[in-house]
């Protein structure tokens, strides 16, 4: 029997009401940190991690979160503190990363406050905004998102990978878990930037997530920088493209407990592309992987390329991995093409060139759609479609976050399809029957009747 | 139009609890403590589970007293997981309870292709049978070599030699992974023997529930989803475990350097 020795302490059960998080910092202190002239009020814990725990803070009237490290980490990660503060200085490459803020130490004074009673410090960062949630949602399936939203979340991705990337700073450890989506939008936003460095530096103890990390850097041949984070961003956006793992194939169905060893020979060892042109070995299994099968054919042969560039010459040669800038022009393409199948009303991506497309969904016909050319490229007119300022002129860089013009279907008849000014500007459609009609900011015209419509940033073609 | 209706292949990931039911339990509201531990860490677990896409959570437990028992016999998975309270008396069947595991650790009925098992050895006391030969039949087991094994020991009355041997060596050695003693100048020395590769003390209500909840939501997440990497970390054993949580400075729960 277990002794039951007398013993004056009694077990008394965590009450309902008292949650066993520990947070560092007591909920309601008001804390005087170095780094900021205000005092810094702690209003609830969001959340922890082996590496710290996030905050809701306010800091002279503003709520922020502040993300406080565990010593533990600090201790592993000797130079974590002065890449913060030069990615501080840095500022954030785009609106896409919730970047750090300010750096907060613990003064003499504020440690005696801290749970743990050591000295540490942290760093604040916007709060995440209602609506955003965490990419995982999407991949384990528990989200309502439409293909169209998908691919304007990874190309939001690679654009803010390329902003990262030209400020000449890498990540080093993206993965599904810093990455977090607004589903009726396609809208991203990247967590946890405090891996970020100088590319090439190597200022930093992190490799990466195993999965997600390079087979050079999880072998140990290569540390990370760019080159590795353009092998992480497509294992990425393949992950929000298909729900499914670029690497597993039949050859994970041999591995029967999926450990670390054996992680590490899928990923690292013996990594082979499931869709390798050239070795069909590690196709997807026809039941446990169909994930792969049903959404591989759905996208455009260019998004397929840059896959098979990244993970079959670029698994083992890092300068071959297809570029920020190469996965921004392919999805942006997908995305100018995309029409609705007249059958089954799923979303399509088929060529312009191709002559005979067929519905990926229900497998009927496409006929040729109504399409908008543009000084630079052409947009399926199908409702959700938009046009931006790079179809104008090609020396503007692409963007997506700024439409000029979006495709809708008239609120009552749904074949009638229209197109929305979006700009500030007015525009003049011109009729099949030689008639103007002005179209002002806000307004839609009927696409069926017009021939051209003229914008101030260039002319918009209605061939019949 | 909806993202076509499919989702990342998952495996299970079987997560078992092998509870102390013994009289001694009973005492100084032990029992209580760790039924109420164990169902306020589920809603963690179940937060846990849904960020793994790749996993499958599926709990199970097992009681021991006189004899050893499933609690819960059926693999449920968290999301629907209703805690039964465990009741306490008798005496301490541990390796009784260890054969129980072994036997739904063989495949069948244990599936073929699966994450590696979790199995939590929560106890206060001595075992009265014969452990070694249910660690024998449970380890005979490859899916038992290969789970994430972790004890906990409520109370100092825990016979940790019983504990460490179920767990297995303690690979890193002398320090653990997770904890770099003296590193901030302040940690106590005797807390730099913490290691989720050793059984991990619990002498208060509080330190049992972080220990159980750092087991169903850390330890989870690692068995089921590769956590990131750090430089230097060294030779792991088949999964890296997480940090241990971090500890209150309460002067009551850590009573001093713990004896081996």
């Not at chain 1, 990425?236 to 020979?265: K, N, Q, V, Y």
């Not at chain 1, 497998?363 to 199908?382: D, E, F, I």
Request: with cysteine; aromatic share 6%; charged share 20%.
């Amino acid at each position: 029997m277990g002794s039951a020795r007398p013993s004056a302490r009694v077990w008394r059960p965590e009450t309902p009401n008292q949650p066993s998080v520990n947070w560092i910092l007591p909920e309601g202190a008001s804390l005087d940190l170095e780094g900021i002239s205000s005092p810094l009020q702690v209003l609830r814990g969001l959340g922890g991690g082996t590496q710290g725990q996030v905050f809701e803070v306010e800091v002279a009237g503003e709520r922020l979160a502040l993300k406080w490290y565990l010593p533990a980490c600090i201790a592993r990660d000797p130079h974590l503190e002065r890449r913060l503060g030069e990615s501080i200085r840095a500022t954030a490459p785009s609106d896409a990363f919730l970047w750090p803020l300010a750096l907060v130490k613990s003064s003499q004074g504020a440690v005696q406050l801290l749970r743990r009673g050591e000295p540490s410090f942290g760093y604040l960062m916007e709060l995440r905004p209602t609506g955003f949630v965490g990419a995982h949602e999407h991949v384990g399936g528990h989200l309502a998102i439409g293909l169209l939203q998908v691919l304007r979340a990874s190309f939001f991705l690679a654009e803010a990978f390329h902003a990262l990337h030209l400020k000449g700073l890498c990540y080093k450890d993206i993965s599904l878990g810093n990455l977090f989506l607004e589903p009726s939008s396609g809208r991203i936003l990247i967590c946890d930037n405090d891996n970020v460095d100088v590319d090439g530096r190597d200022l930093g103890s992190v490799l990466g997530t195993p999965g997600f990390m390079a087979p050079e850097i999880l072998m140990g041949r290569a540390r990370p920088g760019a080159n590795s984070d353009l092998f992480s961003l497509a294992v990425l956006i393949f992950r929000l493209l298909t729900r499914h793992d670029p690497l597993r194939g039949r050859r994970e169905l041999a591995i029967r407990c999926l450990d670390e060893p054996a992680r590490r020979r899928l990923y690292g060892e013996e990594p082979l592309f499931i869709f390798d042109p050239a070795d069909p070995s590690n196709r997807p299994d026809p039941i446990e992987h169909v994930a792969a099968l049903i959404t591989w054919p759905i996208y455009p042969e260019p998004i397929k390329q840059l896959f098979e560039q990244t993970f079959c010459t670029g698994l083992q040669d890092p300068q071959r991995r297809a570029l920020t800038g190469q996965w921004m022009a392919a999805l942006a393409a997908a995305l100018d093409q995309r029409q609705i199948c007249a059958s089954c009303g799923q979303e399509t991506f088929p060529a312009p060139s191709d002559p005979a497309p067929l519905c990926w969904s229900c497998g009927c016909p496409m006929p040729p759609p109504g399409r908008l050319l543009l000084p630079h490229g052409q947009v399926t007119a199908a409702p959700g479609n938009e046009l931006h300022a790079h179809h104008f002129d090609s020396l503007l860089p692409l963007r997506l976050n700024q439409p000029l013009a979006r495709v809708e279907a008239h609120p009552s008849d749904g074949d009638l399809l229209g197109l929305r000014n979006l700009s500030g500007h007015s525009w003049q459609a011109e009729l099949r029957t030689g008639n103007r009609v002005m179209v002002e900011p806000g307004q839609a015209c009927n696409l069926a009747p017009l021939v051209r419509i003229t914008t101030p940033a260039g002319a918009v073609e209605l061939p019949s | 139009m909806p993202f076509p209706n499919v989702r990342l292949a998952n495996r299970p990931l079987h997560f078992i609890y092998i509870c102390d039911c013994s009289g001694s339990m009973a005492a100084q509201g032990k029992i209580q403590a760790l039924n109420q531990a164990i169902r306020q860490s589920l809603p963690g677990m179940a937060e846990v589970a849904r960020q793994n896409p790749e996993a499958r959570v599926l709990v199970r437990a097992v009681s021991f007293a006189d004899r050893a028992v499933w609690h819960l016999e059926q693999p449920t998975e968290v999301q629907q997981l209703q805690w039964l309270d465990l009741q306490a008396g008798g005496i301490t069947a541990m390796g009784e309870a260890l054969e129980l595991v072994a036997a739904v650790l063989q495949s069948p009925p244990m599936e073929e292709r699966a994450l590696p098992p979790v199995l939590v050895l929560i106890s206060d006391g001595q075992p009265t049978d014969d452990f070694d030969a249910g660690l024998a039949r449970l380890m005979r087991e490859p899916w038992a070599q290969k789970a994430v094994r972790l004890a906990i020991a409520m109370g100092h009355d825990a016979d940790t030699e019983v504990l460490q041997q179920f767990i297995g060596s303690d690979p890193g050695g002398g320090l653990p992974a997770g904890e770099i003693p003296g590193a901030s100048g302040q940690t106590p020395l005797h807390r730099s023997g913490r290691s989720p590769r050793r059984p991990l003390q619990a002498s208060s209500a509080t330190s049992l529930a972080q220990y159980i909840q750092w087991a169903s939501t850390a330890v989870v997440g690692a068995a089921s989803m590769p956590a990131s990497r750090m430089a230097g970390s060294g030779p792991q054993a088949n999964i890296p475990l997480p940090d241990l949580p971090p500890t209150l400075m309460d002067p009551t729960d850590d009573v001093g350097p713990l004896v081996w």
